[in-house]
Each structure stands twice: as structure tokens, then as C-alpha cells.
């Protein structure tokens, strides 16, 4: 089994985008658990509209290149364009942070919500330990 790190992001119609893109990810990955969505500031965009970031962890038998393209055609079916890249808006984003020890996006990987969202991811896993 590999343990995946996925991360979600919108700045368009957040509520209706994240919530397709969770429950596609929740069809083909059945051992999912997510993080509490949160937003932050746009990075690198000049549109000041803010994004809900969700982290997920995924623990799969597929294969990275398998897991990447699954998420990407996630994307292209809730809707992103590439001519929205232009307007910068972002429908949907998913990106495949971390395989395993494989880190594949160092700068998305460290920044701050995403560390926090791990962190609870783990402590929740703690806690479910604990309970049993």
C-alpha cells in the first residue's frame, strides 16, 4: 500500500468544485480521509479571491502515475480549463503533494495550512488509536 498526500484547492464556486472533487476522490480512492477544508490567500495570483484548500490522505495499492492521473482527470470532469488559467480562476486543483517518502512538491507540501491539516490527519489517526 502507498500513502498518498493530496491537496484540493478552488477559487471559483468553491462550495459546489470542492465538494465534486471530494466525493470523485472519496469513488476512487475508498481509503480517503480529508482534513477540514480551509481558506487562505492566493498565491503567486493577482485575483484576490481566496481559496478553500482541503488536504487528503489517500492509502492505495495504485501505482503514483496511476493516483496523478486519476486526480487529474478529476479536474478536467469538474470543469477546468485551461483558458481559466488566463482569469485565474481555478475551478478545481488537485495536486499529488507526497508518495509515500516521495515529496513531488516541496513548496505546496511546506506551506503552513498543509502541515496544520497533517497534523490533524495524524492526531486524529492518535485518537482513534487511543479509542480502541
Same mark, same amino acid.
Given at each position: @500500500? ?15 468544485? @470542492?465538494?465534486?472533487?471530494?466525493? @470523485? ?108
Amino acid at each position: @500500500m502507498h500513502r498518498c498526500i493530496i491537496c484540493l484547492g478552488s477559487n471559483y464556486h468553491c462550495k459546489e468544485h @470542492m465538494g465534486q472533487a471530494r466525493r @470523485m476522490l472519496s469513488q476512487a480512492f475508498p481509503r480517503i480521509r480529508f482534513a477540514k477544508e480551509c481558506s487562505t490567500s492566493p498565491y503567486g495570483l493577482s485575483n484576490p479571491s481566496l481559496f478553500s484548500n482541503q488536504v487528503a490522505l489517500v492509502e492505495t495499492s495504485l501505482e503514483e502515475q496511476n493516483v496523478y492521473n486519476i486526480c487529474k482527470s478529476i479536474e478536467a470532469a469538474c470543469g477546468r480549463l485551461p483558458e481559466d488559467k488566463i482569469r485565474e480562476i481555478v475551478r478545481i486543483d488537485i495536486d499529488l503533494l507526497r508518495v509515500d517518502d516521495k515529496i513531488r512538491k516541496a513548496d505546496d507540501f511546506n506551506r503552513i495550512y498543509v502541515q496544520h491539516s497533517l497534523r490533524e490527519l495524524v492526531s486524529s489517526d492518535n485518537n482513534n488509536l487511543s479509542d480502541k
